[in-house]
T-cell receptor
Framework: KAGVTQTPRYLIKTRGQQVTLSCSPI?????VSWYQQTPGQGLQFLFE???????NKGNFPGRFSGRQFSNSRSEMNVSTLELGDSALYLC??????????????FGPGTRLTVT | DQQVKQNSPSLSVQEGRISILNCDYT??????FLWYKKYPAEGPTFLIS?????DKNEDGRFTVFLNKSAKHLSLHIVPSQPGDSAVYFC???????????FGTGTRLTIIP
């Protein structure tokens, strides 16, 4: 079974631009969660989507948004990029709703650099 | 406000010895705790978990201890192997269906 895939793996953007990251979950998984990883903050939860609906949300500004498609693939969008948005963005998929189950599988991440 | 804290950013241990990684939390509502392991250029992978009804859970070389009164958990790896070199994150949640709160991670280096 193929794992969680994320595209692109690396991205360089300029401050003020917007970016879209993509995540394809494991086949059959309907829950997709997004995390931001930075050296000082560890992994911080952004949001979770299940059956095309946002079910949980972390404490991030409205510049961070996401969506999920009927095939469970998910996209995350960040508008008006700031230097502090430079981070590794991780996506995780799970067969069930809820992001704390041990069945949560992470993708390799997208490394975003904002200059 | 960091509700889950890993105060040691790095740890070096001789191969074959015991590695002890620590994690403290502040939210007394947390009932479910997990450890994840992360290699460079890969996503975190689940290692071991424990619920608040237990104080110890063991899986092979990995044991997690939970001290609820001290709001402290630890991961013991015995014996440590070079392949254990990675970043370890602890995480917690109030229930199985709530979002995870992660610590900042500890980089473990096993010295051959």
């Amino acid at each position: 079974k193929a794992g969680v895939t994320q595209t692109p793996r690396y991205l360089i953007k300029t401050r003020g631009q917007q970016v879209t990251l993509s995540c394809s979950p494991i086949s059959g998984h309907r829950s997709v969660s997004w995390y931001q990883q930075t050296p000082g903050q560890g992994l911080q939860f952004l949001f979770e989507y299940f059956s095309e609906t946002q079910r949980n949300k972390g404490n991030f500004p409205g510049r961070f948004s996401g969506r999920q498609f009927s095939n469970s693939r998910s996209e995350m969008n960040v508008s008006t990029l700031e230097l502090g948005d430079s981070a590794l963005y991780l996506c995780a998929s799970s067969p069930r709703i809820g992001t704390s189950a041990s069945e949560q599988y992470f993708g390799p991440g997208t490394r975003l650099t904002v200059t | 406000d960091q509700q889950v804290k890993q105060n040691s950013p790095s740890l070096s241990v001789q191969e074959g010895r015991i590695s002890i990684l620590n994690c403290d939390y502040t939210n007394s509502m947390f009932d479910y705790f997990l450890w994840y392991k992360k290699y460079p250029a890969e996503g975190p992978t689940f290692l071991i978990s424990i619920s608040s009804i237990k104080d110890k859970n063991e899986d092979g070389r990995f044991t997690v201890f939970l001290n609820k009164s001290a709001k402290h958990l630890s991961l013991h790896i015995v014996p440590s192997q070079p392949g254990d070199s990675a970043v370890y994150f602890c995480a917690a949640s109030r229930t199985l269906n709530e979002k995870l709160t992660f610590g900042t991670g500890t980089r473990l280096t096993i010295i051959p």
